[in-house]
């Protein structure tokens, strides 16, 4: 199942899965509908959404302004939101969601 990627005022929104207290910080591909991300910080006072945010816009080359997390700040499934980029520019930039 592709990732679902749906075009709002000024940008895109996808969900995403978030698995705190990784080894690493990557995208590890696709689970169901959402895009898999893990992360190093724990799920404590935001942290984990603050890395999220700050990785999302180092991998994409936005400013971290430019991303938000729509809903789910409390859980691990999230909708995040990105403000000036279209799904082709998202999807070159993360190659290993390639939509299959």
Known sequence: MPLEIRDCK???QFSAIIQPRASSNKICGLQDKYLKIRLTSPPVDGAANKMCIK???????VSSSQIMI???QQGRK???RIEGMGTSEFLNKIPSIAQS
């Open 10 to 12: 000024d940008g895109i």
């Open 70 to 72: 729509v809903s789910g």
């Open 78 to 80: 999230k909708i995040i």
């Open 55 to 61: 990785f999302l816009a180092k991998i994409l080359s």
